[in-house]
């Protein structure tokens, strides 16, 4: 990282649920960057493709922990079926005898919702598969696995979700069965914060800004090493950041020993890139929240640049 070293986690035991790709590939590698051992879920293997019929797999996450500088063990789990979870929870436990850090990034409704279309007309069956997927999984993974984390002090819980509590209670996100699960998210660590805290332990909502995940560049046409060749299209695609920066952003929580100030609170990326110093792949400090809410009142355009 330009500027800041790498937070020390050699011998902290992370499991990051839903690292096939996006956020949480990139929070995965980074914890690896950092020495931890991290476990990686998801649906997508070499052998099998969930839904999103997409290329990447856990293998690919885990080999990429591997090669940052970390131990990443790919376990497949689709976090709807408890009994998944309960194998999961048991192998760490036989493995390791513990959790550190829970990153909670399990999502799968990119293809299910519909941008500002009402609940009446939103299609239901896939309105509450998202709502399965993006709130019931997450309770799922919070059951079998927070046993393991409170065995001692110090334990860290990463709720993934998408807008800052202050930035969504005023503004309406995308459509009724969107807005429910990113809510829900953020009240989740909130709750968990409350049954964590006699224990030592310590839970958080943390959101990327517009991120640059395999999907979204697919989406623009671009790669990560040219993606400003979509600017010409999408000029506010120039606000956006990459997988590695909220990764470093959740790295940074995890090797704070007093990251129990953060208890309970909604966290963003470009937040934390000021308050530890780390910055994106490209030496930034992309600061999407703010950015949007100045563009709201702006009279004019206003240059994403100066929010990097």
Not at 36 to 64: C, F, H, K, M, Q
Not at 203 to 231: C, H, I, K, Q, Y
């Amino acid at each position: 990282m330009p500027g800041t070293p790498e937070p020390d986690l050699e011998g902290k035991i992370a499991l990051v649920a839903g690292a096939t790709r996006g956020a949480g590939r990139g929070i995965a590698v980074r914890l690896g960057a950092a020495g931890a051992t991290v476990y990686v879920t998801g649906r997508t293997t070499r052998e099998r493709r969930s839904e999103y019929d997409r290329p990447e797999t856990i293998e690919e996450t885990a080999e990429l922990v591997t090669a940052a500088g970390g131990t990443g063990i790919a376990v497949p789990a689709d976090h709807l079926v408890a009994e998944e979870v309960r194998t999961l929870a048991g192998r760490i436990d036989a493995e390791q005898g513990r959790l550190d850090v829970l990153v909670n990034d399990i999502w799968g409704g990119e293809k299910l919702f519909a941008f500002d279309e009402p609940v009446w007309e939103h299609d239901l069956d896939n309105g509450l598969r998202l709502l399965r997927l993006g709130v019931e999984t997450h309770a799922v993974t919070s059951h079998f696995l927070l046993p393991l984390l409170v065995r001692r002090p110090g334990g860290l819980v990463v709720e993934m979700t998408d807008g800052t509590s202050a930035y969504n209670a005023a503004r309406y996100r995308n459509s009724y069965f969107y807005d429910l699960v990113k809510n829900s998210v953020l009240r989740m660590a909130f709750v968990l914060a409350h049954e964590l805290e006699p224990h030592g332990g310590t839970a958080v909502a943390l959101t990327p800004g517009w991120l640059r995940s395999e999907m979204m560049l697919d989406a623009f046409g671009v790669a990560e090493d040219n993606w400003r060749d979509a600017l010409a299209k999408v000029p506010l695609f120039g606000i956006s950041e990459s997988p590695a920066y909220v990764g470093r952003a959740a790295a940074a929580l995890a090797g704070d020993a007093d990251v129990a100030r953060w208890n309970g609170e909604s966290l963003s990326s470009g937040q934390l890139a000021r308050e530890y110093g780390f910055t994106d792949l490209d030496g930034s400090r992309p600061d999407c929240w703010r950015f949007l809410i100045d563009s709201e009142h702006a009279d004019e355009p206003v240059d994403a640049d100066v929010y990097r």
